[in-house]
T-cell receptor, first 115, second 106 residues
Framework: EPEVTQTPSHQVTQMGQEVILRCVPI?????FYWYRQILGQKVEFLVS????????KSEIFDDQFSVERPDGSNFTLKIRSTKLEDSAMYFC?????????????FGPGTRLLVL | KNEVEQSPQNLTAQEGEFITINCSYS?????LHWLQQHPGGGIVSLFM???GKKKHGRLIATINIQEKHSSLHITASHPRDSAVYIC????????FGTGTKLQVIP
């Protein structure tokens, strides 16, 4: 069964450093998403991406964040200058139409810890 | 007031029981997702609904757009159904509920 993959699974970084979280969506999917979940809190939407551009973003997704699809397979989330409060699990997802209708497939997540 | 409210917050059931988890929302939406988050943190999308009802195996999801309410039902519950079930609505923005933690006891 096709799956969304994310790398790395864990990342520890110093405050102020740049991090890039990588995702490989399912190959025939056209819509891509990033979400985050701070430990013990609910999942939050960050951004959606379609046709090589951002289609929606939340108020969390400020100028420190950017997304890119640098080639035909990867979808990346960059945090330019990390803050302590960026520590969270970051989930990538992609969506397509399957036998149950439109379905989002989530990656396993990257746990980011900012020290 | 939260835009998405789920009930109950916690639910313990005996194996085999019929389970209902509710989601109410206060904004106009184009779609509603039901997601399952496993104890390890992984998320699985169960359903995306914009109207009516969908069924997948032992899971049934319904939505009433006029009443701004959706339910997720699990028939013949099993310990492997133990997880957090999350409702998320797609309106002007995507808003998640805080989840319902389900534990099914053998």
């Amino acid at each position: 069964e096709p799956e969304v993959t994310q790398t790395p699974s864990h990342q520890v970084t110093q405050m102020g450093q740049e991090v890039i979280l990588r995702c490989v969506p399912i190959s025939n999917h056209l819509y891509f998403y990033w979400y985050r979940q701070i430990l013990g809190q609910k999942v939050e939407f960050l951004v959606s991406f379609y046709n090589n551009e951002i289609s929606e973003k939340s108020e969390i997704f400020d100028d420190q964040f950017s997304v890119e699809r640098p080639d035909g397979s990867n979808f990346t989330l960059k945090i330019r200058s990390t803050k302590l409060e960026d520590s969270a699990m970051y989930f990538c997802a992609s969506s397509g139409i399957d036998r149950w209708g439109e379905t989002q497939y989530f990656g396993p997540g990257t746990r980011l810890l900012v020290l | 007031k939260n835009e998405v409210e789920q009930s109950p917050q916690n639910l313990t059931a005996q194996e085999g029981e019929f389970i209902t988890i509710n989601c109410s929302y206060s904004v106009g939406i184009s779609a509603l997702h039901w997601l399952q988050q496993h104890p390890g943190g992984g998320i699985v999308s169960l359903f995306m609904l914009s109207s009516g009802k969908k069924k997948h195996g032992r899971l049934i999801a319904t939505i009433n757009i006029q009443e701004k309410h959706s339910s997720l039902h699990i028939t013949a519950s099993h310990p492997r159904d133990s997880a957090v079930y999350i409702c998320a609505v797609v309106g002007q923005k995507v808003t998640f509920g805080t989840g319902t933690k389900l534990q099914v006891i053998p």
